[in-house]
């Protein structure tokens, strides 16, 4: 059964007076415009099925500090049973990535990455409580202006998993990737892991433990990377909220899956493509009484860029506040800090962030926001960005269908 096709319109008017976020002697005020349409539409379950999620808009700036551009985001999976325990999947991924970790978070500094994959799946049940799952892809990434990023990678995927109770599985897995850049460069990449989840009460644990290695060829140039990776994650459940924790290792490349999957994580293309990732992450959420709901985390993030001395660490932490005022009318607030260390030249970056806004909603189709912020960023050196923003953004969305 498919849901129907969900359509919005809406328009955004931003107000900046440093839009470029540049030193505050070079700061340049203008407005920007950002009209756009979002489409979102699930078919599920059948014999084929699909999900779609995806926003367009083109952003025009009165005064030309930047450059008028397209700005879209899209995630579509789609799947058909082509035999008994057989079936073609097909996916692609389009994102906005920033060109370097070191820049402003603007569009000047941001370029459209797509991720298309395909192959078929493999799902098959060897017992009630035990199945084998295997997967070949063919998967094609390619960036909007950083070309040495492109890449075509084969990735083959084993899994044994078992089912050892209602509130507990365990999986065992092998992975086998190979990539070719139009850098001329390959890397081949190999993963055996062991995980399981288990259920207590309110509590939900899942991790899994393996080793990972890397064979990179940069012109003839061979070098190899061996290591322990690992994850471990941990949610429970409050009567009015939740708190969860999670710590991640990983050793995989730029274009990899893996920047998907931490979708904020800021590389920057002219390093080495193999890169080590160290994360945790620690936060909650809750309803208070008095009916303020109330979000926090603070996290850690470690890069280290294989083949070179380059290391990044990131630091920071966040908190939100939102409260209904009424039927159709609620107020946010967050506050946000970030630190970033880059080695070996020791430049630090230090971000903080505040926003208060407010949303309408004055028909089940047609609603309002509207956000005040500030921005500042302080850095050590002349390697990273330094700026003061305040701004003011007014957005109406109408729901078409």
């Known amino acids: 059964m498919a849901d129907p096709v969900t359509v919005d319109l809406f328009t955004t008017v931003r107000y900046s007076d440093n839009m470029r976020q540049a030193d505050d002697d070079e700061a340049e005020s203008d407005f920007e415009y950002r009209p756009g349409v979002r489409i979102a539409h699930v ?27 397209v700005s879209a985001q899209l995630d579509w999976d789609g799947d058909c049973e082509i035999a008994p325990y057989l079936s073609w999947r097909a996916s692609d991924s389009l994102r906005e990535a920033s060109q370097s970790n070191r820049g402003t978070n603007t569009a000047a500094n941001r370029e459209r990455r797509n991720v298309f994959s395909t192959g078929p799946q493999l799902v098959l049940p ?154 945790f992450t620690v936060g909650g959420n809750t309803l208070l009484r008095n009916g303020y709901g109330v979000n926090a985390d603070v996290y850690y993030k470690e890069h280290l860029y294989v083949g070179s001395d380059e290391m990044e660490e990131i630091v920071g932490t966040q908190i939100g506040l939102s409260k209904a005022l009424n ?41 309002f926001s509207l956000d005040v912020g500030h921005e500042t960023q302080s850095a050590s050196s002349g390697n990273a960005a330094e700026y003061s923003e305040n701004f003011i953004a007014a957005t109406v969305n109408y729901n078409l269908r």
Not at 47 to 65: D, G, H, P, V
Not at 338 to 364: C, H, I, K, M, W
Request: proline share 1%; with cysteine; hydrophobic share 30%.
């Open 43 to 69: 078919k599920d379950p059948g014999q084929c099925n699909s999900a779609l999620q995806s926003e367009f808009a083109y952003l025009i700036y009165k005064n030309e500090t930047l450059d008028n551009q």
């Open 126 to 279: 060897l017992t009630e409580l035990t199945s084998f799952i295997s997967s070949l892809d063919w998967r094609k990434t390619t960036y909007e202006e950083t070309e040495s990023g492109d890449n075509e990678r084969w990735v083959a995927d084993a899994r044994l998993q078992r089912s050892f109770s209602p509130v507990m599985q365990g999986w065992l897995s092998a992975t086998y990737s190979d990539a070719e850049y139009d850098s001329g460069e390959t890397l081949e990449e190999t993963s055996y892991r062991v995980g399981m989840s288990r259920r207590i009460s309110r509590t939900f644990f899942s991790g899994n433990i393996g080793v990972t290695s890397l064979e990179r060829d940069v012109n003839g140039r061979l070098s190899e990377e061996e290591g322990i990776v690992w994850s471990a994650q941990a949610t429970h459940q409050l009567d009015n909220g939740s708190v969860f924790a999670s710590v991640s290792r990983d050793i995989t490349d730029q274009a990899s899956d893996v920047e998907i999957a931490f979708g904020d994580i800021r590389f920057t293309f002219d390093q080495s493509q193999a890169v080590e990732m160290t994360s």
């Open 327 to 367: 039927s159709a009318l609620s107020a946010r607030g967050t506050l946000r800090y970030e630190r970033q260390e880059f080695f070996p030249d020791e430049a630090t970056a230090n971000e903080y962030a505040a926003l208060l806004g407010l949303s309408y909603t004055r028909t089940s189709r047609l609603s």
